[in-house]
């Protein structure tokens, strides 16, 4: 069976499905997958050097903000 965001497993009810894969240097980009929708990657080009962070609403699961904070030039 396929599963949210290509987890392996299902996750319990009332709980949210999300993935979280780092990047590779400038080779691979990353991306965060949450209830079976990419909030960022390199295709949706909303992300950026250092951390990205998408905030969402803890109880719906509405997206709410998606930043990048680059950690290397401060």
Do not use: W
């Not at 949450?34 to 909030?39: K, N, Q, R, S």
């Amino acid at each position: 069976p396929r599963h949210k965001c290509g987890n392996q497993k299902s996750c319990a009810e009332n709980y949210f499905a999300f993935k979280i894969i780092s990047g590779a240097a400038n080779v691979v980009g990353p991306s965060i997958c949450f209830e079976d929708l990419v909030l960022m990657s390199s295709v949706k080009n909303n992300i950026g050097r250092g951390l990205n962070i998408a905030l969402v609403n803890g109880t719906t699961g509405q997206l709410l903000k998606t930043d990048a904070f680059d950690m290397y030039s401060g």
